[in-house]
C-alpha cells in the first residue's frame, strides 16, 4: 500500500507545520495548471516556459494599455 503510506507522510507534514512544495501556474493562456517551479518545460502543454512567460507579459502589457483607455473613455464621460 504505497499509496495510504504516501498520505500518511503528506498528513505528518501538515502536522509538523512544513508547507507543500510550492507550485507555480504554467503561464501558458491555454494551460494555467500547476507546475514544479525550476522547470524548463510545462509537462502539462509541452511549452518552453521561457517564451510562455514573455509571451504572458506582452498580453499583460496589452490588457494594461486597453485598461488605461479604458478609464480615459469613463473619465471623459
Ligand atoms: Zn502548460
Known amino acids: ?3 495510504a503510506k ?3 507522510k503528506w498528513s505528518d507534514a501538515r502536522l ?3 508547507l507543500p512544495p510550492q507550485l507555480v501556474r504554467c503561464p501558458g493562456a491555454d494551460c494555467g495548471q500547476y507546475i514544479y517551479p ?3 518545460k510545462c ?3 509541452g511549452g518552453v516556459l521561457v517564451t ?3 509571451k504572458q507579459l506582452g498580453a ?3 490588457a494594461e494599455a486597453a485598461a488605461a483607455t ?3 473613455i469613463l473619465e471623459g464621460l
Do not use: D, S
Request: aromatic share 0%; glycine share 12%.
Open 16 to 18: 509538523k507545520g512544513r
Open 52 to 54: 510562455l512567460k514573455r
Open 70 to 72: 479604458l478609464k480615459r
Open 43 to 45: 509537462p502539462h502543454c
Open 1 to 3: 500500500m504505497t499509496t
Open 6 to 8: 504516501a498520505n500518511r
Open 38 to 40: 525550476g522547470g524548463k
Open 60 to 62: 499583460l502589457r496589452k
